[in-house]
């Protein structure tokens, strides 16, 4: 009699745990977040080959990455090409400013003989368009495509992403400027476009806070912010007041392991890196 009494009790106390330990299962998954942080890889893998170039893009998916990251402007002639700086002169050794050139001018320029890699094993590395580079893009991989251009890379920039043939999933556009997120979202909503911005300090005060932030992505529209990893600002409560305003949160540009460990447990989307591998290794589970 006193088991049979035993064994109800049990069976009552483990009925009773059943929502305490549905409860604690759902608190297990808040205390892992960022268990879906994804590796960016910024202008491609560009530790290891040029930024901006098909290597440095092909490297990066090589590397881990589940994204990679590439800067793009429009040319004389209005083709999209992965370009960072105004003008070509960095990258390519040519003086002349992206704009002013046609996309055959920029075919005959490298832009993997220079610098570091002069002579290297990226010499005939030329300057890829935009749609060469979303064509390299692996079926179950993405890409981050930075708009340094002025709002006016819009049609453009749509009517390449559609041609595409890309999985809405798997683009997003990012820009520091708030009008080419805005116009992107107004011209078609369903591609994903994110603000980005950097900060800085202010008579002690970091700017723009976390609610400017908020203000200023849902003023145009944006579907996440992308911002400066900067361990001073992105904390915890910076992560869970920009979820909880419905935004995805992502951050670059982040080479040391150890930070990407931190940005990781506190939730962050994604991590854009220069050296994916490492990134990858270091917040790997
Ligand atoms: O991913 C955003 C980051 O690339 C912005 O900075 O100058 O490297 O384009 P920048
Ligand atoms: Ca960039």
Do not use: Y
């Amino acid at each position: 009699m006193t088991g049979f009494m035993d064994e109800d009790i049990v069976k009552e106390i483990l009925i009773l745990m059943i929502p305490i330990l549905c409860l604690l299962a759902m608190v297990g998954c808040r205390a892992a977040p960022g268990a879906e942080c994804m590796i960016v890889a910024h202008r491609g893998a560009s530790q290891d080959a040029p930024e901006n170039t098909l290597a440095a893009f092909r490297l990066g998916f090589e590397q881990g990455a589940d994204r990679i990251e590439g800067d793009f402007r429009m040319t004389s002639d209005g083709h999209i090409i992965a370009m960072h700086d105004r003008t070509l002169s960095r990258t390519t050794g040519d003086p002349r400013e992206t704009a002013d050139v046609p996309l055959g001018g920029i075919r005959s320029l490298g832009a993997g003989d220079w610098g570091p890699w002069k002579g290297g094993e990226f010499r005939n590395e030329g300057v890829p368009t935009l749609a060469e580079v979303l064509a390299i893009v692996p079926e179950d991989r993405g890409i981050l495509v930075e708009v340094k251009d002025s709002d006016r890379i819009v049609p453009v920039l749509i009517r390449e992403l559609e041609r595409s043939g890309l999985d809405r999933d798997r683009v997003a556009v990012i820009a520091f400027d708030r009008e080419v997120v805005a116009t992107m979202k107004r011209a078609s909503p369903k591609w994903k476009a994110m603000w980005l911005t950097s900060f800085s300090r202010r008579n002690g005060t970091w700017s723009p806070t976390v609610d400017e932030v908020i203000e200023i992505a849902k003023s145009i529209g944006a579907d996440g912010v992308d911002v400066e990893a900067d361990p001073a600002v992105v904390d915890r409560t910076f992560v869970e007041r920009v979820r909880s305003a419905g935004l995805e949160l992502h951050v670059w540009t982040v080479n040391d392991p150890q930070l990407a460990l931190v940005l990781r447990e506190i939730g962050v989307d994604s991590i854009t890196t220069d050296r994916p591998a490492v990134i990858r290794k270091a917040i790997v589970r």
